[in-house]
């Protein structure tokens, strides 16, 4: 199982960053996916997981009605379009999927003005 993590960076408040994860290694189009995040001294947290269709969505409170999770199933890869980012949006963002209990490398995206 590999997730590659990417399209993270710096972006000003109000921003928008679409990251993106590259899957391989396991039937991708039949598993549900996530994005999770952590912000330095605090825990890893849940930010949003999409269905093997990618027809269910689900998200964290704190980022509904900004971030949109989907995914390319003919790809592997699974997206996070994040728009209006705060600077408590700063995180190192991960992709996981649960049946393996895999994470990707993640990717640093930091909002700052």
């Known amino acids: 199982v590999q997730l590659v993590e990417s399209g993270g960076g710096l972006v000003q408040p109000g921003g928008s960053l679409r990251l993106s994860c590259a899957a391989s290694g396991f039937s991708f189009s039949s598993l549900a996916m996530s994005w999770y995040r952590q912000a330095p001294g605090k825990e890893r947290e849940l930010v949003a997981t999409v269905s093997w269709t990618g027809v269910s969505t689900d998200y964290a409170d704190s980022v509904k009605g900004r971030f949109t999770i989907s995914r390319d199933n003919s790809k592997n890869t699974v997206y996070l379009q994040m728009n209006s980012l705060k600077p408590e949006d700063t995180a190192v963002y991960y992709c996981?999927?649960?049946?393996?209990?895999?994470w990707g490398q993640g990717t640093q995206v930091t909002v700052s003005s």
């Open positions: 996981y999927v649960a049946i393996f209990g895999s």
